[in-house]
């Protein structure tokens, strides 16, 4: 049977759509046994400014690039966010409260945080900021809460 030039980029571009629609169906379901992380900031928040918490996974740079990173405006009798579709592992937070808006945390000459910052499991450094290992908890397939205070 002699199948014309026409007939195999009909059937091609048919293949090519069919591959197309099934990958976006695919990507449109939520990820298996991903769960909801919501984080609940308690402590000396205040009233000004935002919240910014950097969530880490395992395989991330610790403090470098966060796989997620959630924004909230301060309140002083605490914040929450969330985040969806969190694959199970192992992860860690850090968090600060970005007083003045200018989206960093800032610190005075010899390099010491000014404004209030927290990390996952009240994991606190030396010099510097904890390890990945010292704040890391596991996220399962269940919805979790993570709570976070701070000093």
Do not use: C
Not at 16 to 36: C, D, H, I, R, S
Not at 86 to 99: K, L, P, T
């Amino acid at each position: 049977m002699h199948t014309s030039p026409r007939n195999v980029v009909r059937q091609t571009n048919f293949t090519t759509t069919a591959l197309l629609a099934l990958g976006l169906l695919v990507g449109a379901v939520p990820a298996a046994n991903a769960a909801t992380l919501s984080i609940e900031l308690k402590g000396e928040i205040g009233e000004r400014g935002s919240v910014l918490v950097a969530l880490y996974k395992v395989d991330d740079k610790w403090m470098g690039k966060a796989s997620d990173v959630r924004k909230a405006l301060a309140k002083k009798d605490g914040v929450s966010v969330s985040f969806n579709d969190v694959a199970e592992g192992e992860y860690a937070i850090s968090m600060f409260v970005d007083e003045n808006n200018n989206g960093k945390l800032d610190a005075n000459a010899i390099g010491m945080p000014v404004e209030p910052y927290a990390f996952s499991n009240g994991a606190m450094g030396n010099f510097g900021p904890p390890s990945f290992a010292q704040a890391k908890f596991v996220v399962g397939k269940d919805n979790m809460t993570h709570v976070i205070t701070l000093k």
